[in-house]
């Protein structure tokens, strides 16, 4: 898709109360229409689906995609006569076996596959891809089954993120990077902005030798701490396009965070969006206006108009003053088990495990903390707490 192609590329939007199969399969058809994916996009195409299974938490949690939702989208290809259609994703861990097949079985994938016949990916292997025009981002290693597809249908949550502001379509796409080069990735970008700018070279990567449509489960959404431990919030709404970055417009702007995203910010500056709602082009296809939702962001997106002010100082004391304001993850001592999981994804190894009072405890070195917040992401037991500095208090 050009770049003129994707700016111009509409957002279909509809009403959906609850997760009944047969009204999302009905919606998403007329999605479908109005996105320019009609029956004879699909045929005889090799399709992967790659919905938001970043965690083993149950469907009711709105970590993840809902499996009606994917059930709805995969009943459609399969009726549009796709050659080959399989189920991908690399969840927030190993890739491998073991670990993936437990959180197919929690999400509700594994029962969604045993029912329908829908193919899960057991290639654990992945696929560099080469992407000369990267601002960021010059080669990335993908999942095989993305990497030899012809299209991905992204199906993504909205729920607010702590690091991005907002995880959904173009965020979700991060998953297709195998396993623990994830956490790789977030020291190779361990400044928020320059991570979002790799999120948009890699959602640009895909789309020079794939088709991408983006399918949006926002029948339940996510607040708060998100993408985790965030708290459900019932929106009503599914939203469907093939641009991740319009989608994710339309996203902010129904969850009334807009301008959170800094990816969207840069996605505008590249013209591949406009940044505003009012420049996106929407179909409603069940209801007559956009579904609005306000929705709590993260704990580390919450600040004050001073506290705006004051970390919009960047360079201020070679960067070391807006440094000190940002909010960062924090061990929660009473609800941390000692398992582990934290260390092991921490990007830059910040973390480690200490006994204190005969109980093994994680502790994180503050000094070399990037504030990525994989550890409260993947925190199995949500014992890591975002924190501000004492002197917010103050201002507010």
Same mark, same amino acid.
């Not at 111009?8 to 509809?14: D, E, F, N, T």
């Not at 623990?180 to 640009?204: G, I």
């Given at each position: 898709?050009?770049?003129?192609?994707?700016?111009?590329?509409?957002?279909?939007?509809?009403?959906?109360?609850?997760?009944?199969?047969?009204?999302?399969?009905?919606?998403?058809?007329?999605?479908?229409?109005?996105?320019?994916?009609?029956?004879? #996009?699909?045929?005889?195409?090799?399709?992967?689906?790659?919905?938001?299974?970043?965690?083993?938490?149950?469907?009711?949690?709105?970590?993840?995609?809902?499996?009606?939702?994917?059930?709805? !989208?995969?009943?459609?290809?399969?009726?549009?006569?796709?050659?080959?259609?399989?189920?991908?994703?690399?969840?927030?861990?190993?890739?491998? /076996?073991?670990?993936?097949? $437990?959180?197919?079985?929690?999400?509700?994938?594994?029962?969604? =596959?045993?029912?329908?016949?829908?193919?899960? *990916?057991?290639?654990?292997?992945? !696929?560099?891809?080469?992407?000369?025009?990267?601002?960021?981002?010059? *080669? %990335?290693?993908?999942?095989?089954?993305?990497?030899?597809?012809?299209? @991905?249908?992204? @199906?993504?949550?909205?729920?607010?993120?702590?690091?991005?502001?907002?995880?959904?379509?173009?965020?979700?796409?991060?998953?297709?990077?195998?396993?623990?080069?994830? +956490?790789?990735?977030?020291?190779?970008?361990?400044?928020?902005?320059? +991570?979002?700018?790799?999120? !948009?070279?890699? *959602?640009?990567?895909?789309?020079?030798?794939?088709? !991408?449509?983006?399918?949006?489960?926002? %029948?339940?959404?996510?607040?708060?701490?998100? &993408?985790?431990?965030?708290?459900?919030?019932?929106?009503?709404?599914?939203?469907?396009?093939?641009?991740?970055?319009?989608?994710?417009? %339309?996203?902010?702007?129904?969850?009334? @965070?807009?301008?959170?995203?800094? #990816?969207?910010? @840069?996605?505008?500056?590249?013209?591949?969006? &406009? $940044?505003?709602?009012?420049?996106?082009? %929407?179909?409603?296809?069940?209801?007559?206006?956009?579904?609005?939702?306000?929705?709590?962001?993260?704990? =580390?997106?919450?600040? =004050?108009?001073?506290?705006?002010?004051?970390?919009?100082?960047?360079?201020?004391?070679?960067?070391?003053?807006? $440094?000190?304001?940002? &909010?960062? &993850?924090?061990?929660?001592?009473?609800?941390?088990?000692?398992?582990?999981?934290?260390?092991?994804?921490?990007?830059?190894?910040?973390?480690?495990?200490?006994?204190?009072?005969?109980?093994?405890? /994680?502790?994180?070195?503050?000094?070399?903390?990037? $504030?990525?917040?994989?550890?409260?992401?993947?925190?199995?037991?949500?014992?890591?707490?975002?924190?501000?500095?004492?002197?917010?208090?103050?201002?507010?």
């Amino acid at each position: 898709m050009d770049h003129d192609t994707m700016r111009c590329a509409p957002v279909a939007v509809s009403r959906c109360e609850d997760y009944d199969e047969t009204l999302i399969e009905e919606v998403l058809e007329s999605h479908f229409a109005a996105a320019g994916a009609d029956e004879s #996009y699909f045929r005889g195409k090799r399709v992967v689906l790659k919905p938001n299974l970043v965690s083993a938490k149950k469907p009711e949690y709105a970590v993840t995609t809902h499996p009606a939702v994917v059930e709805a !989208v995969y009943r459609l290809v399969k009726k549009s006569g796709a050659a080959d259609v399989v189920l991908a994703e690399s969840a927030g861990g190993p890739y491998s /076996a073991a670990f993936m097949n $437990r959180i197919l079985d929690v999400t509700g994938m594994k029962d969604l =596959s045993d029912r329908t016949g829908l193919r899960l *990916n057991d290639d654990y292997s992945g !696929v560099a891809i080469p992407f000369a025009e990267g601002k960021k981002l010059k *080669n %990335v290693e993908v999942l095989k089954p993305v990497a030899e597809s012809d299209i @991905i249908v992204n @199906i993504c949550k909205l729920k607010t993120h702590s690091l991005t502001g907002l995880s959904c379509a173009t965020k979700n796409l991060f998953g297709v990077i195998p396993g623990v080069l994830k +956490f790789e990735m977030h020291a190779a970008y361990p400044d928020p902005e320059e +991570f979002c700018r790799m999120l !948009v070279d890699l *959602n640009l990567s895909l789309l020079q030798s794939h088709e !991408v449509l983006n399918v949006c489960d926002a %029948v339940v959404a996510m607040e708060g701490n998100g &993408p985790t431990h965030g708290t459900p919030v019932p929106m009503g709404c599914i939203m469907t396009s093939k641009s991740a970055f319009a989608l994710d417009v %339309v996203a902010e702007h129904a969850a009334c @965070i807009e301008g959170m995203a800094k #990816y969207l910010d @840069i996605a505008a500056e590249l013209g591949l969006v &406009p $940044r505003e709602i009012d420049g996106v082009k %929407v179909i409603n296809c069940k209801t007559g206006q956009i579904v609005q939702k306000k929705l709590t962001p993260p704990d =580390s997106k919450k600040m =004050s108009f001073s506290m705006r002010v004051l970390t919009g100082m960047p360079n201020l004391f070679g960067g070391r003053f807006s $440094r000190f304001f940002e &909010p960062r &993850p924090s061990v929660n001592r009473k609800k941390c088990i000692g398992c582990g999981n934290c260390a092991r994804v921490c990007p830059e190894k910040t973390i480690t495990m200490k006994k204190t009072k005969g109980k093994k405890l /994680a502790t994180i070195k503050r000094d070399r903390c990037i $504030r990525c917040f994989c550890c409260q992401e993947l925190c199995p037991h949500g014992a890591v707490d975002t924190v501000k500095n004492p002197l917010i208090k103050l201002i507010h």
